[in-house]
Protein backbone atom coordinates (compact mmCIF):
# COMPACT_ATOMS: atom_id res chain seq x y z
CA UNK A 1 0.00 0.00 0.00
CA UNK A 2 1.20 3.74 -0.91
CA UNK A 3 1.65 6.61 1.38
CA UNK A 4 0.74 9.85 0.13
CA UNK A 5 3.33 12.63 -0.06
CA UNK A 6 1.32 14.88 2.48
CA UNK A 7 1.53 11.77 4.79
CA UNK A 8 5.36 11.44 4.40
CA UNK A 9 6.00 15.02 4.95
CA UNK A 10 3.62 14.75 8.23
CA UNK A 11 5.77 11.76 9.87
CA UNK A 12 9.15 13.75 8.88
CA UNK A 13 7.75 16.98 10.41
CA UNK A 14 6.15 15.29 13.46
CA UNK A 15 9.51 13.82 13.92
CA UNK A 16 11.99 16.81 13.17
CA UNK A 17 9.77 19.87 13.65
CA UNK A 18 12.05 22.30 12.10
CA UNK A 19 12.93 21.00 9.22
CA UNK A 20 12.38 21.98 5.70
CA UNK A 21 11.15 19.73 3.16
CA UNK A 22 11.07 19.18 -0.47
CA UNK A 23 9.56 15.91 -1.70
CA UNK A 24 9.56 14.46 -5.26
CA UNK A 25 7.25 11.48 -6.49
CA UNK A 26 9.58 10.01 -8.50
CA UNK A 27 7.65 7.74 -10.69
CA UNK A 28 3.36 8.83 -9.91
CA UNK A 29 2.74 5.86 -7.90
CA UNK A 30 3.10 6.80 -4.27
CA UNK A 31 6.11 4.56 -3.90
CA UNK A 32 9.08 5.98 -4.63
CA UNK A 33 10.18 9.33 -3.89
CA UNK A 34 13.19 11.41 -3.40
CA UNK A 35 13.35 13.78 -0.73
CA UNK A 36 15.51 16.94 0.37
CA UNK A 37 15.29 17.43 3.93
CA UNK A 38 17.30 20.54 5.55
CA UNK A 39 17.77 20.78 9.48
CA UNK A 40 19.73 22.50 12.66
CA UNK A 41 19.34 19.03 14.32
CA UNK A 42 21.67 17.87 11.48
CA UNK A 43 24.13 19.87 12.58
CA UNK A 44 27.49 18.12 14.21
CA UNK A 45 25.61 14.78 12.82
CA UNK A 46 27.12 12.75 9.41
CA UNK A 47 25.25 11.30 7.30
CA UNK A 48 24.46 8.27 8.05
CA UNK A 49 22.99 9.63 11.26
CA UNK A 50 20.76 12.41 9.32
CA UNK A 51 19.19 9.78 7.38
CA UNK A 52 18.22 7.37 10.11
CA UNK A 53 17.06 10.40 11.93
CA UNK A 54 14.67 9.96 8.70
CA UNK A 55 13.94 6.39 8.51
CA UNK A 56 13.21 6.57 12.11
CA UNK A 57 10.54 9.25 11.95
CA UNK A 58 9.06 7.10 9.34
CA UNK A 59 8.08 4.49 12.23
CA UNK A 60 8.50 1.07 10.04
CA UNK A 61 7.21 2.27 7.23
CA UNK A 62 10.39 1.79 5.12
CA UNK A 63 10.17 -1.52 3.10
CA UNK A 64 6.29 -1.74 3.82
CA UNK A 65 4.30 1.07 2.92
CA UNK A 66 7.25 2.78 1.21
CA UNK A 67 9.43 0.95 -1.53
CA UNK A 68 12.30 3.29 -2.21
CA UNK A 69 13.42 6.77 -0.69
CA UNK A 70 15.90 8.94 -1.97
CA UNK A 71 17.22 11.14 0.59
CA UNK A 72 19.39 13.80 0.69
CA UNK A 73 19.69 15.96 4.20
CA UNK A 74 22.16 18.73 4.85
CA UNK A 75 21.97 20.97 8.25
CA UNK A 76 21.14 24.62 7.75
Given amino acids: ?10 LIKDSIPD ?4 INDLKGDGDH ?3 TIISKTFKGKTRVEQHKMVYDALKGGMGNELHALMLKTKSE
Fill in 19 to 22: CKIA
Fill in 33 to 35: YSA
Fill in 1 to 10: MPISQERLEK
